[in-house]
C-alpha cells in the first residue's frame, strides 16, 4: 500500500469559509454568556490582559495543531496541502498577534509603578527569567511560523517529493510549539506571583 499524494485540487477556500464560521459562532456564544466583569476583574490594564490570554489560548491550539502536523510531516502522512496551509497561516497570524498582544501588556509591567520594580528588587532572578527569557523566547514564534507558512505555501505539493524541504517545516512548527510553550508556561507563572 502506498501513501496518499499530495492534493494540490482541495477546496481551500472552504475550509477559509468553516473556519470563520466556527469563529463566528465560538465568539457569538461567548459574547452571549460571558460575564464581562467576573472575565476581566478590577485592574485598569484587564482589557489588555484578557487580549492577550485570548491571543495566546489560540495560539496554543493552532501550535498545538502545528506540532501534530509537523509528526505527520515527518511520517510522511500529512499531504492535504490545502490544510497545511491553512493551518500554517492561521498559526503565523496567531502568533503575531499573541506577540503584538503581549507588548502591549508589557508596557504597564516597565512603568514606574508596576510589576517590574518590584522583581528587579525582591527577585531579580524572576525578572531574569520570567520576564526577559520569556520575552525574547516568544518573539521567536513569529519568524518561525511565518517561514513555515512561506514554504508551505510556496512549495504545496512538491513538498512530499523533497524530504529535505519538509523536514525542515516541520522542525519549524515544532520550534514554534517549544518556544511558545515554554514563554506560555512562564507568562502564566508570573501572572501568578504578581499580575500589572
Request: hydrophobic share 50%.
Given at each position: 500500500m502506498t501513501d496518499p499524494?499530495?492534493?494540490?485540487?482541495?477546496?481551500?477556500?472552504?475550509?477559509?469559509?468553516?473556519?470563520?464560521?466556527?469563529?463566528?459562532?465560538?465568539?457569538?456564544?461567548?459574547?452571549?454568556?460571558?460575564?464581562?466583569?467576573?472575565?476581566?476583574?478590577?485592574?485598569?490594564?484587564?482589557?489588555?490582559?484578557?487580549?492577550?490570554?485570548?491571543?495566546?489560548?489560540?495560539?496554543?491550539?493552532?501550535?498545538?495543531?502545528?506540532?501534530?502536523?509537523?509528526?505527520?510531516?515527518?511520517?510522511?502522512?500529512?499531504?492535504?496541502?490545502?490544510?497545511?496551509?491553512?493551518?500554517?497561516?492561521?498559526?503565523?497570524?496567531?502568533?503575531?498577534?499573541?506577540?503584538?498582544?503581549?507588548?502591549?501588556?508589557?508596557?504597564?509591567?516597565?512603568?514606574?509603578?508596576?510589576?517590574?520594580n518590584y522583581f528587579v528588587q525582591h527577585a531579580p532572578e524572576v525578572h531574569k527569567v520570567f520576564f526577559e527569557f520569556k520575552e525574547f523566547a516568544a518573539l521567536f514564534t513569529v519568524p518561525l511560523a511565518v517561514v513555515a507558512a512561506y514554504l508551505l505555501i510556496r512549495y504545496g505539493g512538491a513538498m512530499h517529493q523533497r524530504k529535505g524541504l519538509s523536514t525542515v517545516v516541520a522542525v519549524l512548527l515544532t520550534l514554534v510549539f517549544f518556544y511558545f510553550i515554554a514563554a506560555f508556561g512562564l507568562g502564566a507563572a508570573v501572572t501568578k506571583l504578581r499580575s500589572v
Open positions: 499524494l499530495p492534493s494540490e485540487h482541495a477546496p481551500t477556500w472552504l475550509l477559509w469559509v468553516a473556519m470563520g464560521l466556527l469563529g463566528l459562532a465560538g465568539l457569538t456564544v461567548f459574547l452571549l454568556t460571558a460575564p464581562g466583569h467576573e472575565l476581566l476583574g478590577p485592574s485598569q490594564y484587564a482589557m489588555r490582559g484578557a487580549v492577550h490570554g485570548t491571543a495566546a489560548g489560540l495560539f496554543m491550539v493552532t501550535s498545538t495543531i502545528g506540532l501534530f502536523q509537523a509528526c505527520r510531516i515527518l511520517a510522511g502522512k500529512a499531504w492535504n496541502v490545502a490544510e497545511l496551509q491553512l493551518g500554517s497561516v492561521v498559526n503565523a497570524t496567531t502568533a503575531f498577534l499573541t506577540v503584538l498582544s503581549g507588548n502591549w501588556i508589557y508596557i504597564p509591567y516597565r512603568a514606574a509603578d508596576g510589576p517590574r
